[in-house]
């Protein structure tokens, strides 16, 4: 998936799990493996943390669609949430929507930041701000989606 603004993007990805070996599979299918890039005016850099449990990674696509609906001023959307997970390196938020077209606040954190603002404990985030329109997050959802589907969370074993 790519999400990428006229300044400011991020292509994260899911690359397997955390420990895609680990007889129990409770264990095996507990976290996904993300990496990526990321850009922005001052430069780029990539990334690669078990930063999404393996029920977490399709809430990206699902906030995603609902930033679409809000973008395209759906009846039944609200404004979306502030899209978190357990770890702390990765957060979404709307920061704001007008003709179909929304601002995605992407806060990234701990494993996640650029090189020249490394950080030891969480809560001081770089972030990006990356203008959207609604088709373009559809499409993302559609890949993340695709991504996801090749690294199940495992709830058949």
């Known amino acids: 998936m790519r999400l990428a603004g006229s300044a400011d993007a991020l292509g994260p990805r899911i690359t397997g799990y955390q420990f895609p070996d680990a ?3 409770r264990k095996r ?3 996904h493996m ?3 890039e990321a850009v922005c ?3 780029a850099w990539s990334f690669r943390f078990p ?3 393996c029920d977490e990674s399709p809430r990206i696509s699902a906030w995603l669609r609902e930033v679409a609906d809000y973008a395209e001023r759906s009846p039944v959307s609200g404004r979306p949430g502030i899209l978190e997970f357990t770890e702390p390196n990765l957060r979404f938020s709307g920061a704001g929507s007008q003709r179909s077209e ?3 606040q992407v806060a990234l954190d701990l494993g996640f930041q650029p090189p020249w603002h490394r950080r030891r404990e969480a809560g001081d985030p770089f972030c990006l701000v ?3 329109m609604s088709g373009q997050l ?3 959802a559609g890949e993340w989606d695709e991504e996801i589907a090749r690294y199940p969370d495992g709830t058949s074993y």
């Open 23 to 25: 007889e129990d599979l």
């Open 29 to 31: 299918y507990s976290w």
């Open 102 to 104: 929304a601002v995605l």
């Open 138 to 140: 559809r499409s993302a």
């Open 41 to 43: 005016p001052r430069g």
């Open 130 to 132: 990356i203008h959207l």
């Open 34 to 36: 993300a990496e990526g």
């Open 51 to 53: 930063a999404l449990t």
